[in-house]
């Protein structure tokens, strides 16, 4: 890994941490929760359970045990929150919180 993939997997790292608002134990009941819904519900893409799953592995992992696969999730977490935080907010979108709360992060959570 060059000097400069290092700086910006840290980045990464900082920006993923404090957009992931959930812990890992709120994160994982809530998962728990939308496998239940899941067959009665249709999530919206990239906010599956599968994904959920991955993004809770990686709040259990150290930085430097990091694969190539979960900065890719890293990566799309960041933008699907930064996409969708703020139709949440304004518009008050409850099926777009949830499924930001899928990848762990909950834009009403102060």
Do not use: C, Y
Request: no cysteine; proline share 3%.
């Amino acid at each position: 890994m060059g000097e400069m993939d290092a700086v910006e997997n840290e980045a990464l790292w900082d920006e993923f941490h404090q957009l992931v608002n959930m812990t890992s134990q709120e994160l994982s009941a809530w998962l728990k929760t939308r496998e239940e819904a899941e067959s009665a519900e249709t999530l919206p893409a990239g906010a599956d359970v599968e994904a959920g799953r991955h993004v809770l592995s990686i709040l259990l992992k150290r930085r430097a045990d990091l694969t190539d696969d979960d900065v890719q999730v890293m990566h799309q977490v960041v933008e699907a929150v930064e996409t969708q935080q703020e139709r949440v907010r304004d518009a008050g979108d409850v099926q777009a919180r949830h499924s930001l709360m899928t990848l762990g992060h909950d834009p009403l959570k102060p």
